[in-house]
């Protein structure tokens, strides 16, 4: 693929498509009618969205955006109360994404995110009991009590980390896709990073290997508008991530990160061309944290307004609403799926609470995978 | 036993090891239709084709990080490193991808790879590219760090390095792909990673040496024996993990030690050499440790003085000497 394609990062393309719901570049700066005005549209957008799936799919889908919620505000408890330790990035308000993206691949394909990790580790099907001990830092967690919440894996889903150098996993998920397209296999790789990522030089060096060996990775850019306490706008020069992809040559797209049928569908046409041609894209998706950076954020950067505003577009409310105005769902199924979530979260602590801290010999196990000890003959 | 360079040592380890395996790939900068950047990889394209010799764009930390993320989805890279210089590029991804990923995923992701390509001092390239990194790469765990010093150690040693199922750092020295040695026909033929090799026995005194340094520790232990003095020359071969015993047991038996070495000497492996033989062997030694390193300075471009910041026979000699109290 030589140019980007129809559906890519011109977002004046997009938006005349409406294949995409496009924030008003006014709407971020503060304008609260721009938001509201938006919120509408995305709502009408995501509702022409909704007769593409199952009545099942679209619940299993707000279901799992919600757990993540309940499992991220109870990880904000447990970390006040000092049972997770180090740092903790939660996921709430981006939740559309990691739900949204991951419903469109298979089991048997890849995912590697950055260290905003939870959302994703759970909808790749990661138990919620072997995150949340790992998060306590039990050997039951799922990687044995010895990455904690930024080093999230599971071999048998093919989660393959969150990562704690902003962008290290870029140059990762593209040696996945790599080794997908030498073994011939027709497993695609998503990506996930902040809008942060993209100025580092590990985005730059990915995205052109990819497009030059034609690599099936999907580059799925989590545009929440602030690298830690820095707005985009006070660290990158040019702010449209998905245009950026001209660059190299590389198909994109730029999707409503609070829609999660529009960034299912986005990802779904990003498989197709990674799975049939081994061709990588990029997707923009503009979404939004409702909480700090992390649990010891202060938060003075912005402001509770602007906060407010974008949870007026919260994808998860925003989704149930367009779910029940197509009596798609009654408020019956609503509250057993709340009961059956707090159930799962509830669960989870408990296992996590009660599996055993890794045993001390485990300080020195998986150093290397052949190991030498001084001197072997 | 056919005598060879070490550059056609390490070609010869590379396409055996290649035809033995396919999940095993060569990437890096020039090391296809160039035939290598210093021909290590000479007429590897033409035998395994594109799919198997990849030459890169000049974007090392891309490619250090991609040879990771497809070691985690089960193959076998060798990176190849136009100069172990441009590797800081890279750092990241060998150090906190590479190096980490079986620890911190729980013993679910071992990462078989291969770093390799020159390290040291060259000819008059200056500062930037006569850089010795091994005690970088050595200080993590989860790294395993090789030094050859002759062509049937540069052979054995990189086929166990591809065989190993964990990252290897694997540096060779510009200054020796010329030199010859001997090396046994054998294709499955492998010196064991780990374990220290005595280039020459001795009784008086013990000289540990790695890389360039091993040819110039030889030569002032042939320049002492004329004098008397009977010099046992050690290389690690592997850095990390490092074959202490051995030192300790020479050591034991000497009494006397001198790490000689290539690279700065601050924060160096002949300091923690020199450290771990202490804690060791301390009642042993008749003399402090004496170390000789490169100059503590970047490498200049001038002759002279490049000569004068890379260690030399005589200064292994007379380093010796001071040790057996013979000035």
Wanted: hydrophobic content about 40%; some cysteine; aromatic content about 8%.
């Amino acid at each position: 693929m030589s140019k980007p394609t129809p559906e890519s990062s011109s977002r004046a393309v997009a938006e005349e498509e409406s294949s995409t719901g496009v924030i008003d570049t006014e709407a971020e700066q503060g304008e609260t009618s721009a938001i509201q005005r938006d919120q509408g549209k995305v709502k009408r957008q995501q509702k022409g969205r909704l007769g593409n799936l199952k009545r099942e799919e679209l619940i299993k889908l707000y279901h799992e955006m919600l757990l993540i919620r309940r499992f991220e505000e109870k990880c904000a408890e447990a970390y006040s109360l000092g049972k997770i330790g180090g740092f903790c990035h939660l996921y709430i308000g981006q939740e559309a994404v990691a739900v949204g993206a991951i419903s469109a691949i298979r089991k048997d394909d890849y995912v590697l995110t950055s260290y905003r990790e939870h959302g994703h580790a759970i909808a790749k099907g990661i138990a919620p009991e072997a995150v949340m001990a790992e998060l306590f830092g039990k050997v039951t967690g799922c990687s044995h009590g010895k990455g904690g919440s930024m080093h999230l894996f599971d071999k048998s889903v093919n989660f393959l980390g969150g990562h704690a150098i902003v962008g290290g996993q870029i140059p990762l998920a593209t040696g996945v896709a790599f080794a997908s397209k030498y073994q011939g296999t027709d497993q695609v790789t998503l990506c996930f990073f902040g809008e942060a990522a993209v100025n580092q030089g590990a985005f730059h060096e990915s995205l052109n290997m990819a497009q030059l060996w034609k690599l099936p990775c999907i580059y799925i850019c989590e545009n929440n508008q602030y690298g830690m306490g820095t707005s985009q706008d006070r660290a990158m020069s040019l702010r449209d991530v998905a245009q950026k992809a001209c660059a190299y040559e590389i198909a994109a797209e730029f999707v409503d990160g609070m829609d999660v049928l529009a960034v299912r569908e986005a990802t779904l046409r990003a498989v197709e061309r990674a799975r049939k041609d081994y061709l990588p894209t990029l997707i923009e998706v503009r979404t939004y944290r409702f909480m700090g950076h992390s649990m010891s954020d202060p938060g003075n950067y912005r402001t509770r307004a602007e906060i407010e505003r974008h949870q007026e577009r919260d994808p998860i409310k925003l989704f149930l609403t367009n779910l029940k105005e197509q009596q798609l769902i009654d408020d019956g199924q609503v509250k057993k799926i709340e009961t059956d979530v707090r159930e799962t979260v509830e669960k989870a602590v408990r296992f996590a609470e009660e599996s055993p801290e890794p045993p001390p010999e485990d300080l020195f196990k998986g150093v290397y995978a052949n190991p030498i000890s001084q001197g072997d003959k | 036993m056919a005598v060879i360079t070490i550059r056609e040592a390490l070609n010869q380890a590379l396409k055996e090891e290649m035809l033995r395996d396919d999940s095993i790939f060569l990437m890096g900068e020039e090391v296809g239709a160039y035939q290598g950047a210093y021909k290590v990889t000479k007429g590897l394209l033409d035998q395994f084709g594109e799919k198997r010799v990849i030459d890169t764009p000049i974007t090392e930390l891309g490619f250090a990080g991609l040879g990771v993320g497809a070691a985690m989805a089960g193959l076998r890279p060798v990176i190849e490193f136009m100069t172990f210089n441009f590797s800081i590029l890279a750092a990241d991804q060998i150090i906190n991808s590479a190096a980490k990923m079986l620890y911190m995923s729980g013993g679910q992701y071992k990462i078989p790879i291969v770093y390799r390509g020159p390290g040291g001092s060259a000819f008059q390239v200056s500062s930037q590219h006569s850089q010795a990194m091994e005690s970088w790469y050595a200080y993590f765990p989860g790294l395993k760090v090789v030094m050859p010093s002759t062509a049937a150690d540069a052979k054995g040693l990189l086929k166990s390095a591809i065989r190993d199922d964990d990252p290897v750092i694997f540096i060779e020295q510009e200054r020796m792909y010329g030199m010859k040695g001997e090396v046994p026909d054998d294709d499955d033929f492998l010196v064991p990673l780990g374990v220290a090799d005595i280039k020459r026995e001795g009784k008086d005194a013990t000289i540990v040496a790695r890389s360039l340094m091993v040819p110039a520790a030889l030569k002032a232990a042939e320049i002492l024996e004329s004098d008397g003095v009977s010099c046992e020359v050690i290389d690690p071969r592997t850095i990390r993990p490092l074959d202490i015993q051995t030192i300790v047991e020479s050591v034991k038996k000497t009494s006397r030690l001198v790490v000689a070495e290539e690279s700065h000497p601050f924060c160096g492996v002949a300091a923690e050499i020199s450290v771990q033989v202490m804690e060791r062997a301390f009642d042993y030694l008749d003399a402090p440790i004496k170390r000789v390193s490169g100059a503590d300075a970047p490498m200049p471009y001038a002759k002279n003085l490049e000569n004068l910041a890379i260690p030399t026979a005589d200064q292994i000699a007379a380093a010796v000497r001071e040790v057996a109290y013979l000035d």
